[in-house]
C-alpha cells in the first residue's frame, strides 16, 4: 500500500484524525497534529512520501488514553512480547496498540507506517527512514518547551541519522537526569545509530 493514491489518504487521514480527535484529551490531540505536522516537514526533507508522515503522525497517540486492559488486549495482538518497562506500565504500549488499531479497524497495511507508529515510543534497531522520523518528529514537535527555531534549524541542517541520534540522546539524558528507567530498546537503538556515524 505505499503506493496509494490521493484519495486514500486523504480519506484515512481524516478518518484517523476524527478518532483522534474523540479518544485523546484535546492538549493531546494538538500534539498529534504538531507531531503529524513536524513528521511532513521531516518527510519532505529526508525524501519521504509526505502523507504517510502526517498518517503516522496524527494517529501515532491515537490509543494514548485509553485504560491499561484494553492497552495490553490490543498491543498483545502485534505478537511482540512485553518488556518488563511495558508489563510494569502499560501506558508505555500505546503505541503498538494504536499499530494494531490502525491495521485492525483502519486497514493501514503499510509496514513502514505501521512500524513508526508501534514504536514510536522507545525506537528501535533497523527502523525505517519513516520510523525514525516520527520518533523524532514526536519528540521535537514545536509544542514542546524546549524546542525554538534555533533548536529546530540546527536539527534539520543535520542527516536523518546523525538527527534522531541527537535527539534520542538528549532524551536518554533528560530521562537519567530525572532518575527514570531508560528503555532497553532505546539504548539498543542509540549504539545502531553511533555505529552508523
Known sequence: MAMLNELYYT????????????????????HSVRTAETAQKM?????VDEKRGYLAGIG???CKDMDAALLVELASK????????????PSLLHGR?????MHDDFGID??????????HTFGGVDLCPLAKILYAADKIEPGRDYVTDG???????????????????????????????VA???LLFLDSLRKKD
Not at 480519506?11 to 494538538?30: G, H, M, N, P, W
Not at 502485534?78 to 506500565?89: C, I, N, Q, V
Not at 496498540?97 to 488499531?101: E, L
Open 78 to 89: 502485534d505478537g511482540r512480547p512485553f518488556s518488563a518497562l511495558e508489563t510494569k506500565k
Open 60 to 62: 501515532h497517540d491515537m
Open 184 to 186: 532497553p530498546e532505546s
Open 43 to 47: 518527510c519532505v526533507l529526508f525524501g
Open 110 to 119: 503499510d509496514k513502514e507506517i505501521l512500524q513508526a507508529v508501534a514504536y
Open 151 to 181: 533548536y529546530l534549524k540546527k536539527l534539520f541542517a543535520m542527516d536523518l541519522d546523525s538527527l534522531v541520534y541527537t535527539v534520542l540522546k538528549e532524551s536518554i539524558d533528560y530521562l537519567r537526569e530525572k532518575g527514570k528507567s
Open 11 to 30: 480519506d484515512t487521514i481524516e478518518k484517523i484524525r476524527k478518532f483522534t480527535l474523540a479518544a485523546v484529551s484535546q492538549d493531546r490531540y494538538e
Open 97 to 101: 496498540a494504536a499499530a494494531v488499531k
